[in-house]
Each structure stands twice: as structure tokens, then as C-alpha cells.
């Protein structure tokens, strides 16, 4: 994994003293994102696919709604420079620090609302099914396909999965990156998400769920825990959060009508 | 914990079946930061120590540069708005977008070199030492102060110490807003840091490291990984790295001068 890590001499110390050897760590890039010619953000990453991580970016940031609004993405991996074209409008900076979610606390119960473009996305009507064993399976799976993670310890992973089997899997240093890689990739290629599942190894927080909503995914698995506001969004967005997922075991939070105890024809939960 | 969590009913499937239960899951909640009447930033956080983020996150981000310039922080728990006035010019939307870091590859080395208002600060001259014993005692310390996160899974925690003890303790659903309340809570206190430690959970990425270098923190320690750049910048600014911080070892990754095997006086590594 040389694109994501790098060999260095540590100094390790234990009660019985001190011995030296070498280490891989994780890379860390600084990565500047022009727009038709516009600084638009500094993001740090692992350097791999980013190309990907450009495009996910800028549609998890609404900077464009569909794939034929993107002309061209250019990649100086050396620079730390990626240039996109894009159609439609570019926000000002003033919207790119709009926020997103509103809070309603009052007696006990908090509501969040979804503001400005946020209003836009429809929930999630997917007729997907998941048996429990098929969780359970996907859950081990992306411990196998996280390679970088269990080098390094340093990443985030997630993976794009059918009910069945994973697609494929991205890695970052930074657990939103991983996740815009992975919907980068699926605008790149034209990969529809209403049957697919998302497979992530850390925390589901509300942005998490806000991107995975953008793309039409309907169900996140975690091997993390979600936040109140997330499963807040998830339940409003119509997508089946699961946490805290475990070789024999995990917790339905929203949508649980995705979730079969048996695949048996005809019998459901 | 009620700032920190909320108690939900979910949904918990294994192989024989599923069952119904109350599980504590946390809070997240979305901060609209105005600094002097502009709205300057959107966070989501566990809504807790509310005015050491926002006086964390302004320094961090470098919008005042000392505790005079800070006029007067008002939080407004209720709407999620944090009033911020200070003197001193306050960064323009295109200040707070640039690049803090660039890198220059070459002949398979990499170096980062700081920019702009990085290049200010000084390197950590601090003669601070502490023993092997001292560090694993620390690290130990955290696991015990983090009782959000013990109950939740949810938060991190960042700790700060002297070389004997624990001081305080912040968690926060994010990495980078706990180590912000530490920050905030030390120039609220006027409390000095070049003889104390920071001990955190999470990853340690080239934020935190200017994070710390900013209040001038000599030493981080983490059960985590830090990152290749974490590790550039912390060597030129003369912080002292230790990883993978377990109960019987861990790794120096820089400036191990502040490193001793034992206390006895005289005898140094």
C-alpha cells in the first residue's frame, strides 16, 4: 500500500525499556480544490482516488445536483492540486457556510429540520430486504477489505455492497472522505444506489447520513454508533441506520421494514 | 451524561432472533458561531462546554491571536447560536479557505512546509521529561476519565495533564471540537501549557498538531496512529509525538528528549 502509507524508525518503550524499529504510518495530503477556476476548499486526505474524492465532495456539498453538470476533472496528485469544470451555479462563499439543520428543542423532544437544499432530497423509497444473516455477513466482510485500517490503524473504510457481496472499497484518513470517495465513484461510473447497502467502519453522525441520502442509498451499517440527529435525519430520509455491528449481533435504529429475520419466501419478521 | 446523551428504544437482531430495548445513544447538535455580528462558521458537536469550543475554534482557526482580544462570548444553548466579539481583524471568507500546508515531493522524501500564519509559531522549547512509568500511567488515566464515550461508543476525549495527574477531561462527538474545548478552557483559565501534556483518544492528524502548537503544548500523547505530516510539522515545531498508547508500551515518533527511561536523578535515558 505505498499510495497510503509510509515507513518510518519509531522509538517503542515498555516497562523493560527501549527498543527501535521501523513502522509503517499513514500518509497525510493537503489537497487544494479549484472550481471553473475558483479556490473552493483545502481538504486533507490519503492520496488515493482522488479524483473520486473531488467529485464526492463537491456533490455532497450541492456544488452540483447531477453528473452531466460535471465537464472535466484534472488531478496534479504532485501539486496537491485537482481542478474541476463544472456546470450550474457555484455557490458563494456565504452559502457554503449556510447551515444545514435546524434544531426545535421544547419539552423534552428535539426535532431537527432539514433547511435549504437539504428540503430537496426525497426520502428513500427502496423496497431493499436485508435477512439478518446477510447483515451479520456484510459486517465481517468490510474487516477483510479494510486492509489499510488494519496496517495502520489510521483509517476510516467503507464499502459500496449488493445484499449479497461487497463492490468495492475506499479508505481515508478522514471518515468523510472515505464515504465522498465512495459516492464519487458511483456518480464516475453511473452506479445506481437504491438496492445497494453502505458498509462504514466509523461513527454515523448527520453529515454522514445527508451525503448517503444525496445518493439514494437506503441502509448504512456500522460497526460504530449513529448520533440522535442522524437517526433523526435517517428517519425523516427514510434510511435504515445499523449500528454497532458485531460478528453475532447489531441494533436497528430506523426503517427496520429493510430487516428480515428469515429470507424464506413469504415470511417476513 | 443527559447533556451528552439521549435514551432511545431500538431494535437489537442476532442469529435466534430479535429483541426490543432502551439503549443511550448521543447528542449532536448543530452551533451557528457569529464573531462581532457575522456569521462565521457552523458546527456540530455535543452541545457541552459550549463557550470553550467557540473561544477553542476561533484561536485554532486563528481568528484572534490573544485571550485581550476576546471581548465578550454569549451562548444561547436553546437556539444553537454562540455570540462571539473581539478586536482585531476578523479573516475574510477567502482567509479562512486557504491552505495552511503545502507539501513538496521529490526523490521519495516529502516535506511540509507551514504557510502563512503557521510560519508564527515558535517551536515547543519546553524542558519538560517524563518517565516511562509516568506515560502509562497517563494513558491509563484517560480510559477512566472518558465516561461518555465508555457508555456510548459515540465521543472522543482529550485530557489535559501534568506528568502526574489528569487535570480535566472534554468528549465530544468530534475529534477536532473536543481538543478545541481543551484549548478554550486553558485560555478562559489563563492556563499555562508548556509543562503539561495532552492526552487524547483519536487520530493524530496535522490539525491537532497545530491545534496543540498554537497554545503551545510540548508533548501529545494518543492510543491512536498519527499521520506522516502530523509528524513533519510536530518535528519542526519541537513537539513530542507518542502513539499507540497502551497500558504496558507505547511509540515516540518525535523528540524523544522528553522521553526518560527512568526518574532517578542523573540518570537520563
Known amino acids: 500500500m505505498p499510495d497510503y502509507t509510509t515507513s518510518i524508525e519509531v522509538r517503542r518503550y ?3 525499556g527501549l527498543s527501535v524499529l521501523q513502522d509503517v504510518i499513514i500518509k497525510e495530503r493537503p489537497i487544494t480544490l479549484f472550481v471553473n477556476g475558483k479556490e473552493l476548499a483545502a481538504i486533507v486526505c490519503s492520496p488515493v482516488h482522488l479524483k473520486e474524492l473531488a467529485v464526492g465532495f463537491l456533490y455532497s456539498e ?5 453528473r452531466k453538470d460535471l465537464r472535466a476533472v484534472s488531478v496534479n496528485e504532485e501539486e496537491g492540486i485537482i481542478r474541476v469544470e463544472a456546470d450550474g451555479r457555484i455557490p458563494s462563499d456565504e452559502d457554503l457556510r449556510k447551515r444545514y439543520v435546524t434544531t426545535c428543542s421544547g419539552k423534552g423532544k428535539t426535532t431537527f429540520y432539514l433547511v435549504d437544499d437539504m428540503l ?7 423496497g431493499l430486504v436485508l435477512t439478518v444473516d446477510e447483515i451479520l455477513h456484510l459486517s465481517e466482510e468490510i474487516e477483510k477489505n479494510t486492509v ?4 495502520t490503524g489510521g483509517t476510516h473504510g467503507v464499502s459500496l455492497c449488493t445484499s449479497k457481496e461487497v463492490i468495492c472499497t475506499f479508505e481515508d484518513i478522514g471518515r468523510h472522505n472515505a464515504v465522498d470517495k465512495m459516492v464519487g465513484y458511483c456518480l464516475l461510473k453511473g452506479i445506481s444506489l437504491d438496492d445497494k447497502v453502505i458498509v462504514f ?3 454515523i453522525s448527520s453529515e454522514i447520513i445527508i451525503k448517503i441520502a444525496r445518493i439514494k442509498s437506503p441502509m448504512i451499517i456500522s460497526r460504530g454508533a449513529p448520533t440522535d440527529m442522524a437517526l433523526g435525519i435517517a428517519k425523516q430520509l427514510g434510511i435504515t441506520v445499523i449500528g454497532f ?4 449481533k447489531f441494533n436497528v435504529y430506523s426503517n427496520d421494514q429493510r430487516v428480515a429475520l428469515e429470507n424464506k419466501e413469504g415470511l417476513k419478521k
Chains 1, 2 share one sequence.
Open 14 to 16: 515498555n516497562h523493560s
Open 62 to 66: 450541492g456544488i452540483f445536483q447531477e
Open 120 to 126: 430537496k432530497i426525497k426520502p428513500a423509497e427502496s
Open 148 to 151: 489499510v485500517f488494519r496496517s
Open 245 to 248: 455491528a458485531r460478528p453475532d
Open 201 to 203: 467502519s466509523g461513527r
